[in-house]
């Protein structure tokens, strides 16, 4: 009988083990995908991409392997070779190959100059191309990032006492709803796609206390914008026992502290290829949604007439403002108008017209929404009933609050959102492995 | 301007903070929800249901408290009282309340016994009761048990060089399809739920050579079974330049160590509420698939008449052979004929009728199914003629393989399986927070 026992150790050595053997005399294997090709008379120059990085590997033009058929953009190999210094190379080595083994070889040419630093494909043959254009060095380099700013957001959380759950995304067709939801057919009952895990997170509070999720989210919002995808990722959070409102965004500033102390600890080399600078959370602004109206209506000469929501100029807006007045990134607008939030949003006791909840801006857009929550069975019901709405499909929602609820709040983060402003891109779709939108389903 | 600098610290303590305070004068704070409460004549006693744990709060039937209203179950209390030692309570201590300040009261009593350490309820009723069952201390347990799975199986692959990423969920009508897919409508265009991220992790092995992903898979299956959901989490993995097809189960070895290291490391208490015994994983026996059936059908003279799968009692006792001859609980079984697995699998060069697959069986039941891909396009090409099938809808997928893929394969394991079999249920609906099956939709 045959038994594993955990990893091997591979022959084939990493960037990091192969740094260490610098000037060794030692013959080594490494293997990794052509990224490019470069004649350069006396000698040939291929560049391994690995995923760990790049690597530089040399053979003399005088050399067997001048006239390998292999040596093109796309096959897979594995060199053996010696690690020799080069200052100039990256990681400061590069291999001096002496034997090449062919992994698998491309059926045809790349469509796009995936090995370039920059390709200059339109947005459009990117996304067409996708399985291709993200081999590309920088680009694969800002999903690297999002795996980031996702692990600083999870280990902030559990080291805060934060269990993660895992909530259906097909449910029945719940109250909440309206025209933006997905459809389906379950077994003959009609079904939707969760808009968001707020209802099953909420109930998860009186069994957990403090819950998070991150997992997709679907919306059939018609919206065609640089800023909107039908399908994202959710970075979901909700906690009880909270004293009040406060403590939501203070926890979120938490997180994205953990977020960029991690980026900068593990992720310096995606930072240095996309050339990011981080955004500062060390000290985050809160203003009133009102006040911050009045403050960029004034500062900016430019009044808005939506008195019940903020116009995406006027995030711009309050995003400039504060990065002037105050050199801040993040801002916390609070207290947004009951009328423009859900039913289950707690109201502001000094001013009911008002409720204890807020956005967050991040470089002027809107990247979370959150807020307290009303915990109350009786003012839950209340507030239903006053909204013209009914009760039907909320029935196991409404028994978590039946039989006793802390007071608590939440907030869900757009990944991707999050991931653009912190890269820098200007549209979400830059910062989305697959974007689903009102025109995309493939690839 | 007012700033958010990060977590506040709160005045109300943990259970490990309360028990740095065993004995001393202090008057501390505390918060929960009332578990349950006994009258035991001199003394009143409540248990307070905290994220970390139960506490026992005692007070004297003579003091102002006893007639307090708040103190029912379900409750959300702050106590203000001391810390004093009890060997015989939870975690060595008891709280000797002084005041008690009402967060929010039941609006009716529970309908369930949650306090009861088994609430000898059916499970249909359990599930019916999701939002309340789940605040049982055992049933709870269970899922910080699952939470740990998955914190285990991502540690570890992050340890090893994978990237996680995120893929869309909803998608185009797609080739690998068959009738076990949800449909729904996208903006007038026919699209599915995604019932694996197969194609995509296998893309994006060309691009990080190693990614993984923890997200939700959606299969329209008739079964109804003790271990079929309808939505499920996948912990799914794909990993590029492997030698073998070993490579890949020596890896999924490795995870299932991590997780068990990680379950006894940091879940105790709940391993202990369950009395669970962790299986073992430092090493997995492997056995050809028809090696398996004809040592089962030898041992137990049970002789199973489809050649090409097993049955599930020839998977029952499989693990029992192997529990039995090896004393071992996982098991990878190997080379599942060719005829029952994906176009996309590796036949074996060695008798084509075979592939390069594996099941892995916890206890008996699969929870993984894996193999080495076919990555070589022209090899793909004929095999997807061979079977008769179209590429239409395949042309991103099969673009990563015309533009080069290294040799790859991975696994998807069922984490309500794996969770259900670590923690000794019969029942997959048992380790599902909330299950989806052909009669259940809610809650």
């Not at 594995?78 to 291999?95: R, Y």
């Not at 008002?354 to 839950?380: A, P, V």
């Amino acid at each position: 009988m045959e038994f594993l026992t955990g990893v091997k150790e591979k022959e084939t050595k990493t960037i990091a083990q192969l740094q260490a053997l610098i000037g060794s005399e030692e013959s080594i294997k490494v293997n990794g995908a052509v990224h490019s090709v470069r004649n350069m008379g006396t000698v040939h120059f291929v560049t391994l991409r690995k995923r760990d990085g790049v690597l530089q590997c040399v053979y003399e033009s005088t050399s067997h392997l001048e006239e390998c058929e292999h040596l093109h953009e796309g096959a897979c190999l594995e060199f053996t070779g010696k690690v020799v210094e080069a200052p100039k190379a990256p990681h400061g080595f590069e291999i001096h190959v002496e034997e090449v083994t062919l992994l698998s070889k491309p059926a045809e040419p790349l469509p796009i100059p995936v090995g370039k630093w920059k390709m200059n494909t339109t947005l459009e043959t990117n996304l067409n191309l996708r399985p291709i254009s993200l081999r590309n060095i920088r680009e694969r380099a800002k999903f690297r990032i999002q795996e980031g700013v996702v692990r600083g957001f999870r280990s902030f959380l559990t080291s805060q006492g934060f269990t993660e759950i895992h909530t259906p995304k097909i449910g029945a067709k719940g109250a909440e709803g309206g025209a933006n939801i997905f459809k389906l057919d379950y077994f003959h009952r009609p079904a939707i796609l969760e808009q968001s895990p707020q209802f099953y997170k909420q109930m998860m509070v009186g069994v957990f206390d403090r819950v998070f999720e991150t997992a997709p989210v679907f919306r059939a919002e018609k919206h065609n914008t640089k800023r909107h995808l039908n399908e994202y990722t959710s970075l979901d959070f909700e906690m009880g026992y909270i004293d009040s409102f406060e403590d939501i965004m203070a926890m979120e500033t938490g997180v994205f502290q953990s977020i960029i102390k991690l980026l900068q600890e593990e992720y310096g080399e995606e930072l240095r290829i996309l050339d990011v600078t981080l955004p500062k959370a060390d000290k985050i602004p809160t203003v009133r949604f009102d006040e911050a109206k009045e403050l960029v209506a004034k500062k900016y000469n430019r009044p808005f007439r939506n008195p019940y929501d903020l116009e995406t100029e006027e995030e711009l807006l309050i995003g400039q403002y504060f990065k002037e007045e105050y050199d801040a990134d993040f801002v916390f607008v609070t207290h947004y108008p009951s009328k423009k939030r859900p039913f289950y949003a707690m109201d502001d006791p000094a001013d009911p017209t008002y409720t204890l909840s807020f956005d967050c801006l991040l470089g002027g857009l809107e990247i979370t929404t959150g807020g307290q929550r009303i915990h109350e069975y009786d003012m839950l019901l209340e507030k239903i009933e006053r909204r013209g709405m009914t009760t039907e499909g909320m029935e196991h929602y409404l028994m978590a609050f039946k039989h006793g609820m802390p007071p608590h709040g939440g907030l869900g983060i757009g990944l991707e959102r999050l991931t653009m402003k912190i890269l820098g891109e200007d549209n979400v779709r830059e910062a989305t492995l697959f974007p689903r939108d009102l025109s995309r389903l493939e690839p």
